[in-house]
């Protein structure tokens, strides 16, 4: 291959700094692992707390022709009503999105002090002695009911509990456990300890390089979670930019588009309805944007369909 040939292929800025002699930083090998239909990467839209938002997404992805593969909610499936429940359900079936819910409660709205105390919100989602277990398990057997078939977890205890009850046929065997961000790995022996308990997809830190996410890919294919956006409180990382960069060493991965500088929405409810709309329909211009400067860098890297196999689309 000639070295203009060499060159058409790059980038422009790939172009520019190799015309003035730059070498980036090494970048990893790409992962040999995939999603169940081939697919590099899926998109997330979290913070989606009840049915207007999902709606909302829906209506918004629809609009920019933009493919959202997952929805999932921070407030927890026990402050919603059996309905809500069943109408997220629908709208996710309807439209081969996953829907998943945080299993609650936990323990930074427990009578306890320390998930509030300086010192504590590695706590936070915590559960918090035995009868918060006892009622996060039926918090799933209730959201499970209505047809939910995605939850986040943030408790290794609660997380190889759920696993063992599925296993025993007490929990539907397509349900997919998303493990947290409140208790994302730092390093590859930590998040393949999460896939022995019983993990489906594990969240990690939105900081990760990509040395450290190739790290992780050397144990593991399991999917990872990754903010390419987060939210102020878990750091205000802006970087959907760069997923042609991240996508091929972190694949499978489900990109997550949080928002930064918007207001926290946990527990959300109707007094928040309004701001929990428009931030998500923010989310997924945001997601948009990724797309294009995807599409840009790398338009071979393949992203999953809606109701892919392997996604937790409800079954109401």
Known sequence: MSTDIAEQKMSDGEHVLHRLGITPEAVPAPSSH???????????????????????????????????????????????????????????????????????????????????????????GRIRGARQLRYAIEDVHRASEAGIRSFLVADTGL???????????????????????????TNPQSFAQLERLGASTINVPSDMTLGQLGE????????????????DGAGGVVRGHEIADIVPVAAPIYTKFGLRNSRPLYPSGMHLEADVVAIAREKVRRATVALEWLERSRADLVQSAPGAKGLGVPAP
């Open 216 to 231: 992780i890919r050397s144990v593991s294919g399991l999917p990872i979670d990754l903010y390419v956006e987060s939210p």
């Open 159 to 185: 997380l190889e509990t759920l696993a063992e009850s599925q296993r025993h046929g007490e929990i539907p065997s397509d349900t997919v456990w998303k493990v947290s961000a409140y208790m994302a790995p």
């Open 34 to 124: 995939r999603f169940p239909d081939g697919a590099h990467f899926r998109i997330e839209i979290p913070s989606i707390e009840g049915p207007g938002a999902l709606a909302a997404v829906v209506d918004e992805s629809e609009q920019r022709h933009t493919v959202v593969n997952r929805v999932s909610q921070g407030s927890g499936a026990m402050l919603l009503t059996r309905r809500e429940l069943a109408e997220m359900a629908r709208i996710g079936h309807d439209e081969g999105i996953e829907v998943s819910l945080f299993v609650g409660p936990r323990d930074e709205w427990d009578v306890g002090a320390s998930a509030r105390s300086s010192d504590g919100p590695g706590f936070a």
